[in-house]
């Protein structure tokens, strides 16, 4: 079974500052992908990075970068210079080839303090 | 705007009635997805369908009925519903193509049953 756990039910970040959101993930599978996205109060989900899992290399996307330890099957988003738009909720996804099935941790809520 | 487009965006039902929910793609993708979105609870993947055949029934209650009738149309026809079942219900589609995994999004509709 496809499993992903996000322990940080809420975090807050300064603005400007730098915040890391925590992933860890199982599977069995050894093709697979892992996704950040992002919901706002506004409720569309939103995608904001993706990793391969047989890229080594780790993911960024402008402010935002993924720390992916694969033998730890763990996969963080670390958002740099935080800005207020980036206030949402964050959830961390596995996609696996074999089942073609998006499986999502429960969340991170971010807030970011002015 | 993720291409993907759910109607209505809120709907408020009564016990006995039927309604449907309908959600539009316009990525050319081969996959779509329903998600029940509860508060403090993982999102719960509720049917997929790829190339419009239905390869995933995660144990959902037969008071949801899914319909694919082509690869951008999918509904979720309700009947009979229960005040829990009142959640914000997410579309996703995806192209699940080796290096090209990531859903998309629609608004949701958020349904209250009364």
């Known amino acids: 079974a496809q499993t992903v756990t996000q322990s940080q039910p809420e975090m807050s970040v300064q603005e400007a500052e730098t915040v890391t959101l925590s992933c860890t993930y199982d599977?069995?599978?050894?093709?697979?992908?892992l996704f950040w996205y992002k919901q706002p109060p506004s409720r569309q989900m939103i995608l904001v990075i993706r990793?391969?899992?047989?890229?080594?290399q780790n993911a960024t996307e402008n402010r935002f970068s993924v720390n992916f330890q694969k033998a730890a099957k763990s996969f963080s988003l670390k958002i740099s210079d935080s800005q207020l738009g980036d206030a949402a909720m964050y959830f961390c996804?596995?996609?696996?080839?074999?089942?073609?099935?998006?499986?999502f941790g429960t969340g991170t809520r971010l807030k970011v303090l002015a | 705007e993720t291409g993907v487009t759910q109607t209505p965006r809120h709907l408020v039902m009564g016990m006995t009635n039927k309604k449907s929910l309908k959600c539009e793609q316009h990525?050319?993708?081969?996959?779509m997805y329903w998600y029940k979105q509860s508060a403090k609870k993982p999102l719960e993947l509720m049917f997929v369908?790829?190339?419009?055949?239905?390869?995933e029934n995660n144990s959902v209650p037969s008071r949801f009925s899914p319909e694919c009738p082509n690869s951008s149309h999918l509904f979720l026809h309700l009947h009979t519903l229960q005040p829990e079942d009142s959640a914000l219900y997410l579309c996703?589609?995806?192209?699940?193509?080796?290096?090209?995994?990531?859903?998309?999004f629609g608004q949701g509709t958020r349904l209250t049953v009364v």
């Open positions: 996703a589609s995806s192209q699940n193509d080796r290096g090209r995994t990531e859903a998309f």
């Open positions: 990793q391969e899992a047989y890229k080594q």
């Open positions: 990525l050319g993708h081969n996959a």
């Open positions: 996804a596995l996609f696996t080839s074999g089942t073609y099935k998006y499986i």
């Open positions: 369908y790829n190339f419009k055949e239905q390869t």
């Open positions: 599977t069995s599978e050894s093709d697979y992908y």
